[in-house]
Nanobody
Framework: QVQLIESGGGLVQAGDSLRLSCAAS????????MGWFRQAPEKEREFVAD????????YYADAVNGRFTISRDNAKKTAYLRMNSLKPEDTAVYYC???????????????????WGQGTQVTVSS
């Protein structure tokens, strides 16, 4: 399995931007598609975005489409989530995850992902 560590979270105001990073170690990073999920207090973990192993295919949840951008750098073994125009409802713990079905996107179920990071808190104040 691949080990994942997220970073880049913080406290921001509505309308601000943040970039989250997910650093991978262990197995070959390009063997995996990557996804971002988030979990707000007392809510289930929800899909945010995913990206194929090449980085050429991406898919977004409706709630973030047009505001968030997922990307990856296989040479650096890192995935990113650029978040623009942040809203208070974006407040959550954000997790990156890896799955071995690496060429397709739009995989929104948590059960499809075999490796998870510990999460990074994003808080958006109004």
């Amino acid at each position: 399995q691949v080990q994942l560590i997220e970073s880049g979270g913080g406290l921001v105001q509505a309308g601000d931007s943040l970039r989250l990073s997910c650093a991978a170690s262990g197995r070959t990073f390009s063997d995996y598609a990557m996804g971002w999920f988030r979990q707000a207090p007392e809510k289930e973990r929800e899909f945010v975005a995913d990206i194929s192993w090449t980085g050429l295919s991406t898919y977004y949840a409706d709630a973030v489409n047009g505001r968030f951008t997922i990307s990856r750098d296989n040479a650096k073994k890192t995935a990113y989530l650029r978040m623009n125009s942040l809203k208070p409802e974006d407040t959550a713990v954000y997790y990156c995850a890896a799955r071995t079905a690496k060429s397709i996107v739009g995989i929104t179920s948590t059960s499809a992902y075999s490796s998870w990071g510990q999460g990074t808190q994003v808080t958006v104040s109004s």
